[in-house]
């Protein structure tokens, strides 16, 4: 499933209705390190079967506030609606990777 951007008007709250598993990649456009790891990020959520929005904090603030944001990049997980693991600023690719592959185990 491709990866897509939070369309103006639409919040999260509606987007996590509409499948159980989410990726949601938090960060800003002129972050040079959000950047680089929002393809990766991309890649890793496709490769086991996980939708990924991005939120830029910037165009979003409330989205970001009300998911208590405020650093970037932040990666927020879900399952069935609910945070089911947060990464932020100097985080681990192994450590989003596990958590895809325990999502994806069952």
């Not at 991309?42 to 939120?55: E, K, N, Q, S, T």
Request: charged share 25%; proline share 6%.
């Amino acid at each position: 499933m491709p990866s897509r951007e939070l369309a103006a008007g639409e919040t999260l709250d509606a987007l996590l209705a509409e499948h159980p598993q989410w990726v949601v990649y938090v960060s800003r456009a002129e972050c040079r390190v959000c950047v680089s790891l929002k393809p990766k990020v991309a890649d890793l959520a496709d490769r086991y079967g996980i939708p990924m929005v991005y939120l830029d904090a910037e165009l979003h603030p409330a989205e970001a506030g009300q998911r208590v944001v405020f650093a970037v990049p932040t990666i927020l997980v879900f399952d069935e609606g609910r945070e089911v693991g947060r990464f932020s600023r100097n985080l681990s690719m192994l450590d989003v990777e596990r958590l895809f592959s325990l999502m994806t185990a069952a």
